[in-house]
């Protein structure tokens, strides 16, 4: 079972940037994501790169600010968060897919793509 342990996060001002780092536990050839859920709101999809590395895809709401980018020698999975609002204040979650390629759908249901899961880190953005 694929283990995946988020890093990074905590406060910034709006407009400053952080950046999210995910440790996965064994070499794993599956594409990976970036989920957020903000309380009271569904979890819904970030980011996704292939199992290579080669292709990023992006929901609308963070397209042009967050890259996200992988090392698949070291077995880890970066989100860089640029030009931060506070509505990207959320728990962010890195997740691995059953599968080597993204769908590129971002939506809620967009989650059973993946299979597993770390605990999260937050983000807040003040304003």
């Known amino acids: 079972q694929v283990q995946v342990v988020e890093s990074g996060g905590g406060l910034a001002q709006a407009g400053g940037s952080l950046s999210l780092s995910c440790t996965i536990s064994?070499?794993?050839?599956?594409?990976m994501g970036w989920f957020r859920q903000a309380p009271g709101k569904e979890r819904e999809g970030v980011s996704c790169i292939n199992a290579i590395g080669d292709m990023a895809y992006y929901a609308d709401s963070v397209k042009g600010r967050f890259t996200i980018s992988r090392d698949n020698v070291k077995n880890t999975v970066s989100l860089q968060m640029n030009s931060l609002k506070p509505e990207d204040t959320a728990m962010y979650y890195c997740?691995?897919?059953?599968?080597?390629?993204?769908?590129?759908?971002?939506?809620?249901?967009?989650?059973?793509?993946?299979?597993?899961w770390g605990q999260g880190t937050q983000v807040t953005v003040s304003s």
């Open positions: 997740a691995a897919a059953e599968r080597t390629y993204c769908s590129g759908s971002f939506g809620p249901s967009s989650a059973a793509e993946y299979k597993a």
């Open positions: 064994e070499f794993s050839f599956r594409a």
